[in-house]
């Protein structure tokens, strides 16, 4: 079974750090774009960041540009989201997901066919 398996999650007060990781189990997505999607209660699942599949570009929302950076491992079996300058309103679960995009499309849920079971983030003010 193809799985993503996401760690590095946590509370964490308003101001500090933390990096997320994202695994795979079964396969290799060394071929996918990889991103980084969040979902608050009562919200719906949005946009945080992405690779594309040769880790030439990257993609991020406007609230987290300049504090969160997604890079992938030497090995590309690795996919890490560093967040700096944690706020409040970043507190969710955010999920890692793989997929065949390009541009624009790489932030929408749509185009990702793999999904992790999500990892928790609380920022206490």
């Known amino acids: 079974q193809v799985q993503l398996v996401e760690s590095g999650g946590g509370l964490v007060q308003a101001g500090g750090s933390l990096r997320l990781s994202c695994a795979p189990s079964?396969?290799?997505?060394?071929?996918?774009?990889m991103g980084w999607f969040r979902q608050a209660p009562g919200k719906e699942r949005e946009f945080v960041a992405a690779?594309?599949?040769?880790?030439?570009?990257?993609y991020y929302t406007d609230s987290v540009k300049g504090r969160f950076t997604i890079s992938r491992g030497n090995a590309k079996n690795t996919v890490y989201l560093q967040m700096n300058s944690l706020k409040p309103e970043d507190t969710a679960v955010y999920y890692c997901?793989?997929?065949?995009?390009?541009?624009?499309?790489?932030?929408?849920?749509?185009?990702?066919?793999?999904w992790g079971q999500g990892t928790q983030v609380t920022v206490s003010s």
């Open positions: 997901a793989a997929g065949y995009c390009s541009g624009s499309g790489c932030q929408k849920v749509g185009p990702y066919d793999y």
């Open positions: 079964g396969r290799t997505f060394s071929s996918y774009a």
């Open positions: 690779i594309s599949w040769d880790d030439t570009i990257t």
